[in-house]
């Protein structure tokens, strides 16, 4: 069974620049989730959808961060303008509903903004 | 108060030895616990379940106090190959994932 997909899966931009990362969680999951994790910290999540509602994006800085999951399958996150402070990795996990504690990781979008 | 506080850490121990680490979490109306690992520069993985009445997976115990909001992994005979991050994760209503900061553990030969 393939697992998540991310990409790119590293990427190096400067502050003030837009930045997008992809996901194709695996087949058959209705719920995706989005993680910002700094390096040192554990996991912070940033938006969560079920199918392609949003069940929970109380943790999203709106004002920079947006993310889609068109058709209720793969999901875009994208950041504009990009600040020092969201160097992190980015992952991306999926879930059957309900997940019975089992998310699946994708192997993370590594940002770094100069 | 975060949901899911965690001593970071880290633990070096030597091989063979006993390690546990400890977790609290802040909302009594978490529904369902469970232990994560995370490899250096690798994404989280599920390691086990955690349940008030123990569970026991191998070398490896996992303990929830609901009274006392705790949770406990506790790792026997400790390997090499056991040196990694381990994440507390609580799960609330709507299935939300909340993450501890991870505590670093070190086996040492």
């Known amino acids: 069974e393939a697992g998540v997909a991310q990409s790119p899966r590293y990427k190096i931009i400067e502050k003030r620049q837009s930045v997008a990362f992809w996901c194709n969680p695996i087949s058959g999951h209705a719920t995706l989730y989005w993680y910002q994790q700094i390096l040192g910290q554990g996991p912070k999540l940033l938006i969560q959808f079920q199918n392609n509602g949003v069940v929970d994006d109380s943790q999203l800085p709106k004002d920079r961060f947006s993310a889609e999951r068109l058709k209720g399958v793969d999901s875009t996150l994208k950041i504009q303008p990009a600040k020092l402070e969201d160097s992190a990795v980015y992952l991306c996990?999926?879930?059957?509903?309900?997940?019975?504690?089992?998310?699946?990781f994708g192997p993370g979008t590594r940002l770094l903004v100069l | 108060r975060k949901e899911v506080e965690q001593d970071p850490g880290p633990f070096n121990v030597p091989e063979g030895a006993t390690v546990a680490f400890n977790c609290t979490y802040s909302n009594s109306a978490s529904q369902s616990f469970f232990w994560y690992r995370q490899d250096c520069r690798k994404e989280p993985k599920l390691l086990m379940s955690v349940y008030s009445s123990g569970n026991e997976d191998g070398r490896f115990t996992a303990q929830l106090n609901r009274a006392s909001q705790y949770i406990s992994l506790l790792i026997r005979d400790s390997k090499l190959s056991d040196s990694a991050t381990y994440l507390c994760?609580?799960?609330?209503?709507?299935?939300?994932?909340?993450f501890g900061t991870g505590t670093s553990l070190t086996v040492i030969p």
């Open positions: 994760v609580v799960i609330r209503t709507g299935n939300q994932f909340y």
């Open positions: 996990a999926s879930s059957l509903d309900p997940p019975g504690g089992t998310q699946y």
